[in-house]
């Protein structure tokens, strides 16, 4: 078994690097919305009623509609993890009527997500077109393909990723 830290001062980078070199620090490492564990936006909406926090909801996977968990949440649960990562799909993407009977959006990769009209707030989105199901492999040289992160936003990721 691993070696036991008893230490009450324990960052939460401490924690989790005991944890991965298999050495037990002084309580399991917790996520919520950090690396691993995202949180539903109607999850989230009532968790803060029941604490009876006011804040507002911001989503960062419209796929699955998962939130950003605020520092607020993570510190009232002692929360270890740190949401660090690029944004991949931009998460402030507007939903509209799609094509007949379906609300949804289209992503920087054109790919087309939907769900029934008849739903007020779908729980997630499906794919419904996309732009690369009838491709060859020849036809990927004319795919618009989307700009990758700037060396400057890598860097400044790196810096919260530090911090964190």
């Given at each position: 078994m691993g070696q036991y830290v008893n230490n009450k001062e324990i960052t939460p980078r401490k924690r989790?690097?005991?944890?991965?070199?298999h050495a037990e620090p002084d309580r399991v490492p917790s996520d919520i919305g950090g690396i691993t564990c995202g949180i539903h936006r109607d999850a989230y909406k009532n968790l803060l009623d029941y604490l009876g926090i006011k804040e507002e909801i911001k989503i960062i996977d419209p796929v699955q509609q998962i939130v950003e968990t605020s520092e607020e949440i993570l510190e009232y649960f002692?929360?270890?993890?740190?949401r660090v990562q690029i944004e991949t799909i931009?998460?402030?993407?507007?939903?509209?009527e799609i094509r007949s009977g379906?609300?949804?959006?289209k992503d920087k990769w054109g790919v087309v997500w939907g769900a029934p009209r008849n739903?007020?707030?779908p729980l997630y989105y499906n794919i419904i077109e996309s732009p690369?199901?009838?491709f060859k492999e020849k036809d990927l040289n004319h795919y618009d393909w989307p700009k990758p992160p700037g060396?400057?936003?890598l860097k400044e990721l790196?810096?919260?990723a530090k911090k964190s």
């Open positions: 989790i690097l005991l944890a991965l070199e002692n929360i270890d993890t740190r931009n998460p402030q993407i507007k939903v509209s379906y609300i949804g959006f739903k007020n707030n690369l199901a009838d060396e400057d936003q790196g810096k919260y």
